[in-house]
T-cell receptor, first 112, second 114 residues
Framework: GESVGLHLPTLSVQEGDNSIINCAYS??????FIWYKQESGKGPQFIID???NMDKRQGQRVTVLLNKTVKHLSLQIAATQPGDSAVYFC???????????WGAGTKLIIKP | DAGVIQSPRHEVTEMGQEVTLRCKPI?????LFWYRQTMMRGLELLIY????????DSGMPEDRFSAKMPNASFSTLKIQPSEPRDSAVYFC????????????FGQGTRLTVV
């Protein structure tokens, strides 16, 4: 289903290469920074999060990096696969509050 | 668990009609969220329930929108009367605790108001 704006940033990556998706956040007081993946026709799916007191966290094939100095968050996907094609959203969670503040999203396209 | 279940998956209705969207959260989760997603505005939080109680409905766009959670396993989002600008994908999500970053989303309801 349609889930992104007409001007959504797009990243095209060759299958097997590493992908790096970037996000700038606004609130220095956010407690958690999160990455979600949304495939076409589906709801967003949690990938990984990182607390504000960390600068790196690794999951399965994914690594999230947090640079609080420049308020920058990135998601690295190793050995990108066709199933990684989706829109990736960063979000921030303010100090234990329930509310997630969502970024606009980046569309990841995998080239065969 | 089957995950968050939403119904219907698709709804097409005429302007002025009442629309009711339904959600069954994951069993054991105590927080429930209704989101709206459009191309223009992205993901917007409409309302948040904790332990069946509405905590924040500041995202509900107008009085035409209302949401209820009569018990821990069911919630509805109602639009009355519906307008074309309400056309969007509506997502329900649930999580175990209010501050959790891991919310589980349903498949969404694509609403088209003509």
């Amino acid at each position: 289903g349609e889930s992104v704006g007409l001007h959504l940033p797009t990243l095209s990556v060759q299958e097997g290469d590493n992908s790096i998706i970037n996000c700038a956040y606004s609130n220095s007081a956010s407690d958690y920074f999160i990455w979600y993946k949304q495939e076409s026709g589906k709801g967003p799916q949690f990938i990984i999060d990182i607390r504000s007191n960390m600068d790196k966290r690794q999951g399965q094939r994914v690594t999230v990096l947090l640079n609080k100095t420049v308020k920058h968050l990135s998601l690295q996907i190793a050995a990108t696969q066709p199933g990684d094609s989706a829109v990736y959203f960063c979000a921030e969670n303010k100090g234990g509050n329930y509310q997630l503040i969502w970024g606009a999203g980046t569309k990841l396209i995998i080239k065969p | 668990d089957a995950g968050v279940i939403q119904s219907p998956r698709h709804e097409v209705t005429e302007m002025g009609q009442e629309v009711t969207l339904r959600c069954k959260p994951i069993s054991g989760h105590n927080s429930l969220f209704w989101y709206r997603q459009t191309m223009m505005r992205g993901l917007e939080l409409l309302i948040y329930f904790n332990n069946n109680v509405p905590i924040d409905d500041s995202g509900m766009p107008e009085d035409r929108f209302s949401a209820k959670m009569p018990n821990a396993s069911f919630s509805t989002l109602k639009i009355q009367p519906s307008e074309p600008r309400d056309s969007a994908v509506y997502f329900c999500a649930s999580s175990f605790r209010g501050g959790s970053t891991e919310a589980f989303f349903g498949q969404g309801t694509r609403l088209t108001v003509v």
